[in-house]
């Protein structure tokens, strides 16, 4: 059974630093590209960003750049997001996606992660 187990959110002040995790179980993701969603109350789910099979191409929405990086350790079989100088608008739950079958629509999804930024 493939799982993803999202890690690593959590309650920070804004202008506060989180670091999440997700690691991938049942099968390798190191040949497919990986990517982290999110979605806050009332809104649609997110783009946040995305990284290929190498991690040599990243993509950020725009809301995010300069601020998160994603990363991944294939030997782990996980994918990583650095998030720095969070504001409250970043608060969400966090979802880690893999195999993208459309720009939104991963194969595999995890269960999210609560990050909530306070002002």
């Known amino acids: 059974q493939v799982r993803l187990r999202e890690s690593g959110g959590g309650l920070v002040q804004a202008g506060g630093s989180l670091s999440l995790s997700c690691t991938a179980s049942g099968r390798s993701f190191s040949r497919s590209a990986m990517g982290w969603f999110r979605q806050a109350p009332g809104k649609d789910r997110e783009f946040v960003a995305s990284?290929?099979?190498?991690?040599?191409?990243?993509n950020y929405a725009d809301s995010v750049k300069g601020r998160f990086t994603i990363s991944r350790d294939n030997a782990e079989n996980s994918v990583y997001l650095q998030m720095n100088s969070l504001t409250p608008e970043d608060t969400a739950v966090y979802y880690c996606g893999a195999e993208p079958l459309t720009t939104m629509t991963y194969r595999y999804w995890g269960q999210g992660t609560q990050v909530t930024v306070s002002s």
């Open positions: 990284i290929n099979w190498s991690g040599l191409n990243t």
